[in-house]
């Protein structure tokens, strides 16, 4: 069984800044993409930014130059550094990990409960 556990969702101010942790845990044999999604009141589950087993990056064209994500492939875990937020960053923030649990098996798209995030004053 997989599990992704998220952190570090709360209240902030505008142009502050938070940083997300997901930790992703059980039976794992590799993971490839992690990322983060999240999802406004009445809008799609949109892309935020992703990354890849080797490092490379992908941001929404609203968070580039703001948000950064990393990982750490010896923790299992991924991170979204959220800077000079907006209250349009305001959404329920979700973890996403692309992962086989077995060799030679379908990797497979986990998520995590999510963290709400609220950009206000």
């Known amino acids: 069984q997989v599990q992704l556990v998220e952190s570090g969702g709360g209240l902030v101010q505008p142009g502050g800044s938070l940083r997300l942790s997901c930790a992703v845990s059980?039976?794992?044999?590799?993971?490839?993409?992690m990322g983060w999604y999240r999802q406004a009141p009445g809008k799609q589950r949109e892309l935020v930014a992703q990354?890849?087993?080797?490092?490379?990056?992908t941001y929404a064209d609203s968070v580039k130059g703001r948000f950064t994500v990393s990982r750490d492939n010896a923790k299992n875990t991924v991170y979204l550094q959220m800077n000079s937020v907006k209250p349009e960053d305001t959404a329920v923030y979700y973890c996403?990990?692309?992962?086989?649990?077995?060799?030679?098996?379908?990797?497979?798209?986990?998520w995590g409960q999510g963290t709400q995030v609220t950009v206000s004053s």
């Open positions: 996403n990990a692309d992962l086989a649990t077995e060799r030679g098996t379908i990797p497979y798209d986990y």
């Open positions: 990354i890849t087993s080797g490092g490379s990056t």
């Open positions: 059980g039976s794992i044999f590799k993971i490839y993409a």
